[in-house]
């Protein structure tokens, strides 16, 4: 059964550093999310990918974050200077064209630790 | 008012219960509701997809939805310990487009 992939599974930085967040996702999906969750916490959306360009973004979305998907098949989540707070698990979601039945299919999620 | 709001966990039930699961929500808009599981350190993992009311059942789940009273419900008939994890509920009011999460609610099954 095909599924979103993403690397690294676990991420280590310091304060201020840039990271890229990678995934895979499925190959005949069309649209794609980030979402993150900070432990203990809920599922927050950050950005949805349409058609090479953001559809929609959240207030947590600021000028920090920037999505890119450089070929077919990479989708990337990168974040400039990282902060404490960025701390979370970040989720990959991809789904199919928009329609009826259609909805998103999340991948296992990058654990990033900002030190 | 939070947007989506789940009862608060955790919830503890014996192997074979029957398990009721809801969400309330605020925004009359929503029209398409997921079930996802989400085990410990994992991504969510799709469970039950609906499309405005009405029921959808699919082997042990059953998954309803009252846009009149702004409820749904995921139900677990035979729960087993392998369905012990955090259940959420999400919502969106347009096909594709982001997600609004419940903040789960924990499920442990005992042997």
């Known amino acids: 059964e095909p599924e979103v992939t993403q690397t690294p599974s676990h991420q280590v930085t310091q304060m201020g550093q840039e990271v890229i967040l990678r995934c895979v996702p499925i190959s005949n999906h069309l649209y794609f999310y980030w979402y993150r969750q900070i432990l203990g916490q809920k599922v927050e959306f950050l950005v949805s990918?349409?058609?090479?360009?953001?559809?929609?973004k959240s207030e947590i979305f600021d000028d920090q974050f920037s999505v890119e998907r450089p070929d077919g098949s990479n989708f990337t989540l990168k974040i400039r200077s990282t902060k404490l707070e960025d701390s979370a698990m970040y989720f990959c979601a991809s789904s199919e064209s928009s329609g009826n039945t259609d909805t998103q299919y999340f991948g296992p999620g990058t654990r990033l630790t900002v030190l | 008012q939070k947007e989506v709001e789940q009862d608060p966990g955790p919830l503890s039930v014996p192997e074979g219960a029957i398990v009721s699961l809801n969400c309330t929500y605020s925004n009359s808009a929503f029209q398409y509701f997921m079930w996802y599981r989400q085990y410990s350190r994992k991504g969510p993992e799709l469970l039950m997809y609906t499309y405005s009311s009405g029921n959808k059942e699919d082997g042990r789940f059953t998954a309803q939805v009252d846009k009149s009273s702004k409820y749904i419900s995921l139900f677990i008939r035979d729960s087993q310990p392998s369905d012990s994890a955090t259940y959420l509920c999400a919502m969106t009011p347009v096909s594709g487009q982001n997600f609004v999460f419940g903040p789960g609610t924990r499920l442990s099954v005992l042997p």
């Open positions: 990918f349409y058609n090479n360009e953001i559809s929609e």
